[in-house]
């Protein structure tokens, strides 16, 4: 749930590139990100081992599950799968926020 009570769902897409690749990361995040349309939010994550996650936040379960059914998101998965040498996978998961411990 989140503050509002309300459920959230999450996609996430993973991908390794290597140490050093940031800017591709964050080409590719964007390219997810604008396939993302009508999300709450859109965060790319990274380290710097060169591994990277692209996290949507969505209202429904059925709009995180139809995600990589849009075909700009299939177009941005398989821009990635070129860098990737492999098609990268889409998780969904259900979100509940939690306070910060001592609140």
Do not use: K
Request: charged share 25%; with cysteine.
């Amino acid at each position: 749930m989140s503050a509002a009570g309300e459920a959230r769902w999450g996609t996430e897409v993973a991908f390794r590139l290597g140490p050093g690749r940031d800017d591709e990361a964050r080409r590719a995040a964007a390219a997810l990100a604008r396939a993302a349309e009508g999300c709450l939010r859109h965060v790319l994550f990274l380290n710097d081992a060169g591994e990277y996650g692209a996290l949507a936040e969505w209202r429904t379960r059925a709009e995180a599950e139809g995600f990589a059914a849009r075909p700009a998101a299939a177009a941005a998965l398989a821009d990635l799968a070129s860098l990737l040498g492999r098609t990268p996978g889409v998780r969904v998961y259900r979100m509940e926020e939690m306070p910060p411990m001592g609140r």
